[in-house]
């Protein structure tokens, strides 16, 4: 394993709390490539830069900002810089869950999700922050679940989802499906000092359903959560029914 090349990015950009410490482990497993965004991109879901130029910024010897999204990162690390010659892609730390319908929002998801479909190994990482910020143990974590989970690849087009509990006091490793997130969906109305009107619609995660064997009932449960997601969004039991239809 030694060897390998190993892209890591994520969506909080280059002062992210959790970069420092995954790029730290993932030394063990290989050479470090990093392409971040020049600024956070929380939320930025799977979106992609193509009506104006991206401009890549050397930081210093493999490392690499990028003017546009996480999914812009990867392709353009995968593609530009390492020439398709990547291993494995490992996004985050991210500040924050990504647990049940946060991963169609997130930009961290977005970035393993791209390297899976490019058809590379890929993982997210997420810190389920509290205020305590156990990074590096979140960091330690993700480097045992991927060390693992590299003795045997992931089928193609399938990435793992790997959320942490923000505590020192993790129970194990739980292997989940997506849970049902609850969001507040408030949609918050100000005005400027100039008397124009402005709103946040971003609401605020309130919680999620605690069923069981998914990612958000892990976490309660202060279990590392780890789940394998697809890139082929088909409903396929509704897809045979579909076909019986008569259009």
């Known amino acids: 394993m030694k060897n390998m090349k190993i892209l890591v990015s994520n969506d909080d950009g280059i ?21 971040v965004p ?33 999914s812009d990162c990867v392709r353009f690390g995968i593609i530009g810089i390492l020439k398709g010659k990547a291993d494995i892609i490992v996004s985050g730390i991210n500040d924050g869950p990504n647990l049940g319908e946060d991963c169609i929002y997130s930009g961290t998801v977005a970035a393993a999700r791209e390297g899976a479909m490019l058809g590379f190994q890929s993982f997210a990482v997420s810190l389920v922050s509290n205020g305590k910020g156990n990074f590096n143990i979140a960091s330690e974590y993700a480097y045992k679940i991927i060390k693992e989970a590299m003795k045997s690849k992931i089928p193609k087009y399938t990435f793992l989802n790997i959320n942490v509990p923000d505590t020192d006091k993790i129970k194990g490793i739980a292997v989940t499906k997506m849970g049902k997130r609850i969001y507040d969906d408030d949609i918050s109305e100000r005005t400027d000092p100039r008397g124009v009107k402005y709103y946040w619609i971003g609401g605020k995660q309130l919680s999620g359903y605690p069923i069981k064997n998914t990612d958000i009932f892990a976490i309660e449960k202060k279990y590392v959560s780890v789940t394998p997601l697809k890139v082929d969004q088909t409903d396929f039991p509704y897809l045979k029914k579909l076909k019986k239809f008569k259009f």
């Open 15 to 35: 002062y992210g709390a959790g970069l420092k410490p995954l790029i730290e482990v993932m030394k063990n497993l290989g050479e470090i490539f990093v392409v």
């Open 38 to 70: 020049d600024s956070p991109m929380s939320a930025s879901s799977h979106s992609i830069t193509l009506h104006k130029p991206i401009r890549l910024i050397p930081q210093k010897k493999n490392f690499y900002t990028v003017t546009g999204t996480p």
